[in-house]
């Protein structure tokens, strides 16, 4: 699911990577909520208190709201940067370095929350922002713009669109099409809620560690990528071995 990229992309990768992503983003965004009464998987509401902060001239919190916005952009820039450069030494791990750098900041933020909501809370809420700008920049790359897993807005005005389609498509590739999509949306949302309500859950109990949760879940994609791909080559190996076994005995 994170391999996979052009014609070798399927709707079966994208509905993985949107089930996984969207479910560590729901944790993310309920947890950091909770933690510090903020939104830590995008920027939207963030532009709108700057806004009014600078017309109220009270600009040293006009400042704190663009530095959420700019974390959130300086993850995005950071994981295609990586990305890039990645991508003209070893194509095996262009799309794993950004979600372990991802998981290895959850981890951190699991760890030594509670200590920054006492002394820095917008040092964590910066943090998480870049974790989803990362995040979203990476599964944006990977699916070809047809992903995206931090926020919803965008989502549910698709899904509207496309579901209002259902009365007007009547060829049978056109519908297929927009069943497609439909699903691939529904996917997020529903894992998004998902992730948000284990996140409301655990908060109560566990704080901030509920952020190793959310990295677990992205280590375990990652190791079950590799895994696959490695089956997948044994196994192609395997018959290719076969094949050969076969034409020399005949």
């Known amino acids: 699911m994170f391999r996979h990229k052009g014609k070798t992309r399927t709707l079966k990768h994208n ?47 006009g400042f704190i709201y663009f530095l959420y916005i700019f974390f959130f952009f300086l993850g995005s820039f950071v ?10 030494k070893n194509d095996r791990f262009i799309y794993v370095i950004p979600t372990v ?4 900041i959850l981890l951190f933020l699991a760890v030594f929350g509670q200590f920054m909501i006492s002394q820095n809370p917008n040092f964590l809420v910066c943090s998480l922002l870049f974790a989803m700008g990362l995040q979203n920049s990476l599964v944006t790359t990977i699916s070809n ?8 807005t965008g989502l549910f005005t ?3 669109i496309e579901l209002s389609q259902l009365f007007f498509y009547k060829q049978k590739d056109q519908k297929h099409k927009l069943f497609s999509s439909i699903k691939l949306r529904l996917t997020i949302i529903i894992f998004f809620f998902l992730g948000g309500l284990l996140g409301g859950i ?28 490695k089956l997948i080559k044994q196994n192609r190996n395997h018959n290719n071995e076969k094949r050969h076994t076969t034409a020399h005995f005949q």
């Open 15 to 61: 509905l993985r990577i949107a089930s996984l992503l969207s479910f560590v983003a729901g944790i993310v965004n309920v947890t950091g909520f909770l933690a510090v009464q903020r939104l830590t998987t995008n920027v939207t509401g963030h532009f709108a208190f700057f806004v009014d902060e600078i017309f109220k001239l009270n600009f040293w919190l």
């Open 79 to 88: 994981s295609n940067l990586i990305v890039e450069i990645i991508s003209k």
């Open 101 to 104: 750098f991802e998981s290895f």
């Open 145 to 152: 713009s047809t992903v995206r897993t931090t926020h919803l």
């Open 158 to 160: 698709d899904l509207g």
């Open 202 to 229: 655990f908060y109560s109990t566990l704080k901030l560690f509920v952020l190793a949760i959310a990295a677990t879940v992205l280590i375990i994609g990652i190791l079950y990528d590799d895994l696959k791909l």
